[in-house]
Nanobody, 120 residues
């Protein structure tokens, strides 16, 4: 079982930036497909982005051009760089490990989440 621990959430003004981190343990990191989800208050959890073991990345339309997912295999960490943040990005962000084929992704395990609030 892969364990995932997120960090980096916080309070930011609209237009600001944050970088989320997720450290994975318990698996061969370089072979893992990893992703980010978010859940806003009163809404269902939604997929944001994922990165395959091959390094290919995929994003939900609403964050393309603003968010960047990346991985550092040596640090066993993935990141989500979030720029030009909007109030609609307010949510708890979850790291996940899952199955991936192209732009399709199915999560298997989750971290505990890190909250992001975009407030004027």
């Amino acid at each position: 079982q892969v364990q995932l621990v997120e960090s980096g959430g916080g309070l930011v003004q609209p237009g600001g930036s944050l970088r989320l981190s997720c450290v994975a343990s318990g698996g061969i990191f370089s072979t893992l497909n990893l992703g980010w989800y978010r859940q806003a208050p009163g809404k269902q959890r939604e997929w944001v982005a994922h990165i395959g073991s091959d390094g290919y990345t995929h994003y939900v339309v609403s964050v393309r051009g603003r968010f960047t997912i990346s991985r550092d295999n040596a640090q066993q960490t993935i990141y989500l760089q979030m720029n030009s943040l909007e109030p609609e990005d307010t949510a708890v962000y979850f790291c996940s490990q899952g199955y991936s084929r192209g732009n399709l992704y199915r999560p298997i395990s989750w971290g505990q989440g890190t909250p992001v609030a975009v407030i004027s």
